[in-house]
């Protein structure tokens, strides 16, 4: 079982250029979330996705972009990256009522230059 | 919207002692409270959660105890092991609204001394 699978897992970026982070679940959740880890800030939500076809942004969405064309593929994309959005990435998705947990991926470690 | 507070930010305990990790959230309309452990190089995985119905919830060595009134919730580990060092992460959400939209704490980053 696979879960979540996130690519990259690391990526160094120039400044201004376009990345799209990307998100894959097989687990069918309905709820999708983008979340990013910065020391000493903890994971802070930037987007997520109640089923497919909504979106909704969450504490911290400024400069990024999201959507949810089907149930498994979550993609995060930052249209002009900057050096603030050097980070840890983290997706997540959750069966939206039934549970509560999250499962989370491993991560994609970017680094903006 | 909601703030969650967590202290410490660090935590040393010898192996086989106690280890307390101390949450406050602001939102009085939150009911769902997650605690997540996350080990090195992984994402943060739940290790147990509580909702706002339930004083107290046991798993083993771990423990979570809720008090409303006071808006604090806790999570308490016992006979702590090497295993058991990693960083905690509480967070909080109102369960329902149709996802789980979780506002976490910062974190603490606990070790555990063989």
């Known amino acids: 079982i696979a879960g979540i699978t996130q690519a990259p897992t690391s990526q160094i970026l120039a400044a201004g250029r376009r990345m799209t982070l990307r998100c894959t679940q097989d687990?069918?959740?309905?709820?999708m979330y983008w979340y990013r880890q910065d020391l000493g800030l903890g994971l802070r939500l930037i987007h997520y996705?109640?089923?497919?076809?909504?979106?909704g942004k969450g504490e911290v969405p400024d400069g990024y972009s999201v959507s949810r064309a089907n149930t498994d593929d979550f993609p995060l994309t930052l249209a002009s990256a900057v050096p603030s959005q050097t980070s840890v990435y983290f997706c997540?998705?959750?069966?939206?009522?039934?549970?509560?947990?999250?499962?989370f991926g491993e991560g994609s470690r970017l680094t903006v230059l | 919207g909601e703030n969650v507070e967590q202290h410490p930010s660090t935590l040393s305990v010898q192996e086989g002692d106690s280890a307390v990790i101390k949450c406050t959230y602001s939102?009085?309309?939150?009911?769902?409270f997650p605690w997540y452990k996350q080990e090195l190089g992984k994402g943060p995985q739940l290790i147990i959660d509580?909702?706002?119905?339930?004083g107290e919830k046991k798993d083993q060595r771990i423990a979570v105890t809720l008090n409303k009134t006071a808006k604090h919730f806790s999570l308490h580990i016992t006979e702590t092991q090497p295993e058991d060092s990693a960083v905690y992460f509480c967070?909080?959400?109102?369960?329902?609204?149709?996802?789980?939209?979780?506002?976490f704490g910062k974190g603490t980053k606990l070790s555990v001394i063989p």
């Open positions: 509580i909702r706002s119905n339930v």
């Open positions: 939102d009085s309309a939150s009911n769902y």
């Open positions: 967070a909080a959400s109102r369960a329902g609204a149709g996802s789980y939209q979780l506002t």
């Open positions: 997540a998705s959750s069966d939206r009522g039934l549970t509560g947990e999250l499962f």
């Open positions: 996705s109640n089923t497919a076809g909504t979106t």
């Open positions: 687990m069918r959740h309905n709820a």
